[in-house]
């Protein structure tokens, strides 16, 4: 049988241009243990992912994103108590 694929909106960030997303299972079956893995480990796994894609400067971030950042990252100096520790966020994301 050939490669099953998902016919979906395009998600926002996705390269692909024809809206169609490979099915999750594809990419399961070509990482070994990712079925089998904790959301703790898949959360890892994707920061991992991301952080070796920004150290291959593979990200182009848009002038507004970094302005945007900039001016949370400020309000967080001055008021750190309006910001989540990243323990707390993830924990928040599993309730």
Known sequence: MGKQ??????????????????????LSLRIPGLT???????????????????RAGA???PKDHLAELEKRVAEVS???????APAQARSLLKE
């Open 5 to 26: 694929e998902v016919v979906l909106k395009r998600p926002v960030g996705c390269r692909r241009t024809d809206g169609i997303i490979p099915a999750m299972s594809s």
């Open 36 to 54: 089998e893995a904790t959301v703790e480990q898949k959360l890892e796994l994707i920061d991992e992912l991301w952080e070796s894609v920004r």
């Open 59 to 61: 990200i182009e971030i």
């Open 78 to 84: 001055r008021d750190p108590t309006i910001a989540l």
